[in-house]
């Protein structure tokens, strides 16, 4: 069955740029089917939205993220990976990757376990 | 974007309580409403897609309503398994938006 694995560092310093990577394994990121999207939540609070992307290469962005986030997709190794840059303690969080679209009504239907990212110099 | 509004932003239940839980878009959503729920440490599971079908492995006592604006999540009969957070979603838009979440606890 389909599942995905967020990877990258969990301790990125003020300014800096975090980059994690979510791989895709047991299914193809390349169907037609799905989006694929970044969310996270920081710790004691509620889910936020960061972004999506098609296989294509499409992306939507949360437009209170949208200046400082990159989504990209690697059809060659099944992954897609987000960039979000110049952070601050307030972009500590787990980080979430899932699946969006098919049969479900464009719901998220597939997630991944969760990666903590703490901000801190 | 479409702002969601959920209400109660917590309640306290007990095994074998009828509990409901509502959702509401800023603007119409036709039935693009998704209902998740999270427990404490772990990713959210889709339990509700398009207002009112039930994801498959999800247990019958809950169940989705609504349309346009207004959305209900409910469940028949609380499990103590069924202590959790749930959150609501809108997928109308491209541009997703989560409810603030309702934290569902023993009474």
């Known amino acids: 069955q389909l599942q995905l694995q967020e990877s990258g560092p969990g301790l990125v310093k003020p300014s800096e740029t975090l980059s994690l990577t979510c791989t895709v394994s047991g299914g193809s990121i390349s169907s037609s089917s799905y989006y694929w999207g970044w969310i996270r939540q920081p710790p004691g609070k509620g889910l936020e939205w960061i972004g999506s992307?098609?296989?294509?290469?499409?992306?939507y962005y949360n437009p209170s993220l949208k200046s400082r986030v990159t989504i990209s997709v690697d059809t060659s190794k099944n992954q897609f990976s987000l960039k979000l840059s110049s952070v601050t303690a307030a972009d500590t969080a787990v980080y979430y990757c899932?699946?969006?679209?098919?049969?479900?009504?464009?719901?998220?239907?597939?997630w991944g376990q969760g990666t903590m990212v703490t901000v801190s110099s | 974007d479409i702002q969601m509004t959920q209400s109660p932003s917590s309640l306290s239940a007990s095994v074998g309580d009828r509990v409901t839980i509502t959702c509401r878009a800023s603007q119409s959503i036709s039935s693009y409403l998704n209902w998740y729920q999270q427990k404490p440490g772990k990713a959210p599971k889709l339990l509700i897609y398009a207002a009112s079908s039930l994801q498959s492995g999800v247990p019958s006592r809950f169940s989705g309503s609504g349309s346009g604006t207004d959305f209900t999540l409910t469940i028949s009969s609380l499990q103590p398994e069924d202590f959790a957070t749930y959150y609501c979603q809108q997928s109308y838009s491209s541009l997703v938006t989560f409810g603030q979440g309702t934290k569902v606890e023993i009474k």
């Open positions: 899932a699946r969006r679209g098919g049969a479900t009504h464009d719901a998220f239907d597939i």
């Open positions: 992307i098609y296989y294509s290469g499409s992306t």
